[in-house]
C-alpha cells in the first residue's frame, strides 16, 4: 500500500470504524483511541498490507483493542450468552429505529459486534469470522441470535406499528 | 471351540447379529435343538434387538438437520428460515417452501415481514473528527530527498531568477553588449534592440527585428570611435551575455505564460506592485555602457537588486515558498550577509533536511 492508499483509508474507513467501536464502547473518547491505535498499527505496516485487505486488516485490529479494553476494565459479560431476557415492549414508537438501536444496546457485547459488522459493514460470515477470531458457524449462530433478540425485544408487531 | 451352556452366550451375539459362518450356524442350531429353553431365550432377545431399533423413518428429525436448506419448514424452525431468507443463505427450492408455508397463515406472513424490518443502519451523524491528524506525507529515501531539495533549490532559484527579469509587458528592451579583443583595446558594441508589440507577439516576429537590430548596428559601428574598455570590464561583459540569453527567455515565457506569473507566488503586494513597476532601461549610447552593466551584475548576483528593497533573497523566498504549496514541503531559504552586503552563506532546510554552504567572496 502507498502512503496515498493510507490516507484514502484514513478518509474511507475512520468514520466506519469509529462509529462501529463507539457503538459498542458507548464512549466517543475511548472510540478515538482505538481508532488512532489501529490506524497507528495500520501505519507501521502499511507497506505489508495491501490496500484491499486495509479495510479488514482495520475492523480487526480495532476489534481486538476493543475486546482488550472492555476486558481490562472488567466491564464485559460473558461472551454469546443473552444476559436479559427481553420483554415485550408496552409503550409506542414511532420509529423502529429507535426501537432497534435500543435494542442493538442490550445485546451481548459479542453478538453486537458481529451484528454490527454484518449490517453496518456488509460483511459475510467468513470476513467476521477473520475480524472477530471466530469461526463460520460461531458467527452464523450469534448473528441468529442477536435477530431472535431483536426480534423478541421489539415485541408484538402491534406495538410498533 | 465345542458350543455348551456355559459358553454359548459368546456365540449367541454372534448369531443374533448374522456374523457366523454356515458350519458355526449349524453347530449352534443343533445346541439349540438340544436346549430348548436357551432357544427360547435366544428368541426373546431376537424380539428385544427389533424393539430397540426402530425405523429410523418412524419420526421426522429434519428440523434438526444442520442446513437449513434441506429442512422442511416447520413452526419450531420457521423463525429460522425467516433470518436465513434475509441472510441470503437459502437457496431456490427452500425460499419456495418457505413462502409456500408464509402462504398458509397471515401471521406467518407479517412475522416474515417483521424480520425483514431488524437490519439494523449506520449512524452517518457519527463521524470520526480527527481524519487530518491520522493521515501522513509522502516520505521519500534519503536520496531521493536530496534530489527533490537540490531540484526543488534550483527551481526556485529560475522562478526568482525569472521573476527579476519578468515585466508584465514588454516594450522596448535595448541592450549593449560590448565585446573586447584580447590583445587590444578595440571595442565593439552592438545593439540589441527587441521589439515586442505585446504579449501576443510571436517569437519569429522578434528573431525578424533582432536581425534587423544587428543590421542597423553593424552600420553603426563604422561610425562610433573607438573606445578602450578597462579588463575589469571583460568579466562585465560576460555576465551581461548571460542576462541577455536570460532575458531573451523571459521574454519567451512571458509570451507563451497564459496568465502573470506573479499569481503563482506568494509575494507580497506591495512587492509584486513594483515588479511590474521596473523600469526598463536604455543603454544605447557608450556613456551609459559601465554604470548600465553594474546594474545587471548585480541583479544577477543578487547582490543589491534594485533601490525598492527586493532582494534576491525575496525572491528566492517566493520561489520556495511556492515550490512548498506545490508539494507541501516545509522547505526553508536563509541566507548571511557581509557589511558590504555579499552573501557569505546560505542554508537550506527543512524537517529531514538540512544544507549549507559558505561562500568565499574575493
Not at chain 2, 424480520?115 to 481524519?131: A, E
Amino acid at each position: 500500500m502507498t502512503v496515498a492508499e493510507y490516507n484514502l483509508c484514513v478518509e474511507q474507513h475512520a468514520d466506519g470504524i469509529f462509529r462501529f467501536i463507539v457503538k459498542n464502547l458507548k464512549d466517543e473518547h475511548r472510540a478515538q483511541d482505538v481508532v488512532q491505535d489501529s490506524f497507528t498499527k495500520l501505519w507501521l505496516r502499511y507497506s505489508e498490507v495491501s490496500f484491499s485487505k486495509a479495510k479488514s486488516y482495520l475492523f480487526t485490529t480495532a476489534y481486538h483493542t476493543m475486546i482488550d479494553m472492555i476486558r481490562k476494565e472488567k466491564n464485559i459479560t460473558e461472551l454469546g450468552e443473552i444476559t436479559q431476557i427481553p420483554t415485550s415492549r408496552t409503550e409506542q414508537y414511532s420509529d423502529l429505529k429507535e426501537i432497534l438501536d435500543e435494542a442493538v444496546q442490550k445485546l451481548p457485547e459479542i453478538q453486537r459486534s458481529v451484528i454490527m459488522l454484518r449490517d453496518y459493514e456488509g460483511y459475510n460470515y467468513k470476513e467476521i469470522e477473520e475480524i472477530t477470531g471466530l469461526n463460520e458457524n460461531q458467527v452464523k449462530v450469534y448473528i441468529y441470535r442477536a435477530r431472535k433478540f431483536l426480534m423478541n425485544y421489539i415485541g408484538s408487531m402491534e406495538t410498533v406499528l | 471351540m465345542k458350543i455348551d451352556r456355559q459358553n454359548y452366550e459368546l456365540f449367541a451375539i454372534d448369531f443374533l447379529d448374522g456374523k457366523m459362518t454356515p458350519p458355526e450356524t449349524a453347530a449352534f442350531m443343533a445346541f439349540l435343538t438340544e436346549n430348548p429353553d436357551i432357544a427360547q431365550e435366544i428368541e426373546l432377545l431376537r424380539d428385544i434387538d427389533t424393539e430397540i431399533a426402530p425405523k429410523p423413518e418412524s419420526r421426522d428429525f429434519s428440523y434438526l438437520m444442520k442446513n437449513i436448506n434441506q429442512a422442511k419448514v416447520t413452526p419450531e424452525n420457521f423463525e429460522e428460515h425467516c433470518i436465513a431468507y434475509y441472510e441470503g443463505d437459502l437457496d431456490r427450492k427452500a425460499q419456495d417452501k418457505l413462502f409456500d408455508y408464509i402462504a398458509q397463515d397471515n401471521l406467518h406472513r407479517q412475522k416474515f415481514e417483521m424480520y425483514g424490518k431488524l437490519k439494523i443502519t449506520p449512524d452517518k451523524s457519527i463521524v470520526f473528527s480527527g481524519k487530518n491528524q491520522l493521515k501522513h506525507r509522502t516520505i521519500l529515501p534519503v536520496n531521493a530527498r536530496r534530489i527533490a531539495l537540490i531540484t526543488s533549490f534550483a527551481a526556485a532559484a529560475s522562478l526568482a531568477l525569472v521573476f527579476i527579469f519578468k515585466t508584465p509587458q514588454v516594450e522596448q528592451v535595448d541592450m549593449n553588449v560590448a565585446q573586447t579583443n584580447n590583445s587590444n583595446t578595440t571595442k565593439t558594441e552592438i545593439h540589441t534592440t527587441i521589439v515586442s508589440d505585446n504579449a501576443k507577439a510571436t517569437a519569429e516576429a522578434r528573431n525578424t527585428k533582432i536581425r534587423q537590430t544587428k543590421k542597423d548596428v553593424k552600420n553603426e559601428q563604422k561610425a562610433e570611435a573607438q573606445i578602450e574598455l578597462p579588463s575589469n570590464d571583460r568579466q562585465n561583459i560576460r555576465i551581461a551575455a548571460v542576462v541577455d540569453s536570460i532575458q531573451d527567455e523571459t521574454i519567451r515565457i512571458s509570451l507563451i505564460s497564459p496568465k502573470p506569473l506573479e499569481n503563482e507566488l506568494d509575494l507580497e503586494p506591495n512587492k509584486l506592485a513594483f515588479l511590474r513597476d521596473i523600469p526598463v532601461q536604455s543603454y544605447k549610447s557608450k556613456e551609459k555602457l559601465t554604470p548600465g552593466i553594474e546594474e545587471i551584475k548585480d541583479r544577477t548576483t543578487g547582490l543589491v537588486a534594485l533601490a525598492s528593497g527586493l532582494t534576491i533573497d525575496d525572491l528566492i523566498n517566493s520561489g520556495v515558498k511556492g515550490l512548498n504549496k506545490m508539494v507541501e514541503g516545509n522547505l526553508s531559504y536563509q541566507s548571511k550577509r557581509d557589511g558590504n552586503g555579499k552573501m557569505t552563506e546560505f542554508a537550506l532546510s527543512s524537517d529531514a533536511f538540512k544544507y549549507k554552504r559558505k561562500i568565499k567572496n574575493n
